[in-house]
Structures are given as C-alpha cells and as structure tokens.
C-alpha cells in the first residue's frame, strides 16, 4: 500500500530512544524527510545516522521543548533543515514513578509543563504553517492510563488524558483545513527503560519472555507488553494520506487493557 508520505516532512520530538526513534526510522523508510529531535545530542546523531544508512533523510534539532527558547530553537532548526513541517509528533514527555502523598502540587505542575505545554508549543509553532499550505497531521503520543488511570504515577495519567482531550479539540478547530489531529495511546510498551530495568532483574533477555513478564504490570487480551514498532506503524498510518478520514480520535494499541467500546 502506498502510503502517499514520500517527500513529507516530520518532526518528531523526544525520538533519541524508544516509541519517537521507532516512530522516526519508520516515517523515514516511508520516504518521509525526518527531524529527530532531543536533548542529547549525541543521541540524536546516532538516530540520523542509522536513518541516512538505512537510505532515509534525517536531520537533527536539539533543544528542550518544555520552555519557550528550547521550543523556539528546535522550530528553527527543524525549518531550517526542510523549509517546513507536514507531520508533527508530539511524543516527548516524562514519566514520573512517584505516586499520591509523595508528588507535591508543584511536582504536577512540572510534568504537566512537560507532558501537555511542549505539545502546545509546537503545535503554536508548526500548525500555523500547515494552514497555509491546507494539509498537515498532528500526532500526540497519549497513553492508556489516560482513560484507564491506576493508583500510582497520578500526575502522569492526568498529562495523558490532557494529551486526548487536546488532540481531540485540535482537530475541532482545523475542521475544514486539510488537518488532522489525533492521539495514540500505547499500552505498556518494551522500552529500552524497561529493558534496563530487567537487565537489573536478571530476566532472562528473550524478548517474548519479558514482553509476557512486562503484561503483569497491565495485563491485556493479547498476554503480552507491545513493542514499539508495533506504535510507531499506528502512527504512521495515522500521517498518511491513507487517513484523511480519520480526526479527533484517541487510537489506542494496548492489546485490549482498556476494556471499553468508546
């Protein structure tokens, strides 16, 4: 299937690691011209490196989006690389293990600064250009504790279901502009977090016995953790052309943990 990306434009932020590196070699197989985004520079170049190997265009902008100056620089650079942006991905975020009674007020403010207000930023910055040009996709990466919350990381599952809520009024206000705004919610996902985390464990390091081991955090349906290709090909199908019908929705891949028909 084509899927129409060739030649487009992407920045995808927080894609040194994990989901947005997944997010932003795969955009990149498809044809698509990607800015890789992050806070280590290093990091960043090793991603622009696999994709330009791997026969992909990439480029690189570093910069904390969770301030103004970092948002107003990794824009810059982004713009400078390709001229402008078609694909924006908003994946870059936190993700806070504290729990109630420990996080005080101003501990949720922050990873609310960082999970929702970074979206913002470059949704002010970015969207704008997409406008004038009548066609753009706006990705947030959510979560599925957005609509299925649990008792620990409350602050964190408070961001996520502010990520829906404005992906879903985004795409409200672009009604009739060529764009489409959308949020996918991954359940628990093979991070290379989680993989550390099981290298301290001991766990034995075969991929199909830690996805297993990782569901009993949240079991699902499916008895396993995802991976994050398995998001980032959500993701890209959501930026094609193959999904200009689809807008204002909260696409979650979780292997079913959230067990509801809406």
């Not at 265009?57 to 103004?68: Q, S, T």
């Not at 955090?217 to 689809?246: C, H, M």
Request: charged content about 20%; glycine content about 10%.
């Amino acid at each position: 299937m084509d899927l129409q990306l060739q030649d487009k434009r992407a920045l995808v932020t927080g894609s040194t690691s994990g989901i947005g590196e997944s997010i932003a070699k795969t955009l990149a197989a498809e044809g698509v011209k990607v800015v890789v985004h992050g806070r280590r520079e290093a990091e960043a170049k090793r991603v622009v490196d696999e994709i330009t190997k791997a026969g992909g265009i990439a480029a690189i902008a570093i910069g904390d989006v969770a301030n103004d100056a970092g948002a107003d620089q990794v824009t810059h650079s982004a713009l400078q690389a390709f001229g402008s942006i078609d694909i924006l991905v908003n994946n870059a975020g936190a993700y806070p293990a504290q729990g109630w009674f420990v996080e005080s007020a101003d501990d949720w403010n922050q990873v609310y600064n960082t999970n929702v207000s970074s979206m913002v930023r470059m949704i002010n910055r970015l969207v704008p250009l997409m406008k004038e040009r009548q066609w753009g996709r706006v990705i947030a990466i959510a979560s599925c504790v957005g609509t299925k919350p649990q008792a620990g990381m409350p602050a964190y599952a408070a961001t996520k279901v502010a990520n829906i809520n404005l992906a879903v009024s985004l795409a409200m206000a672009l009604a009739n502009t060529g764009i489409t705004s959308n949020a996918v919610s991954p359940g628990i996902i093979l991070t290379p977090g989680m993989y550390e985390m099981f290298d301290k464990m001991g766990v034995d390091p075969d991929l199909e016995t830690r996805a297993k081991l990782a569901a009993e955090f949240a079991p699902n349906p499916v008895g396993r953790a995802g991976f994050p290709q398995e998001i980032a090909d959500a993701v890209v199908f959501l930026a094609s052309g193959r999904a200009d019908y689809i807008t204002g929705q909260n696409l979650r891949v979780d292997g079913g943990y959230v067990p509801t028909v809406n």
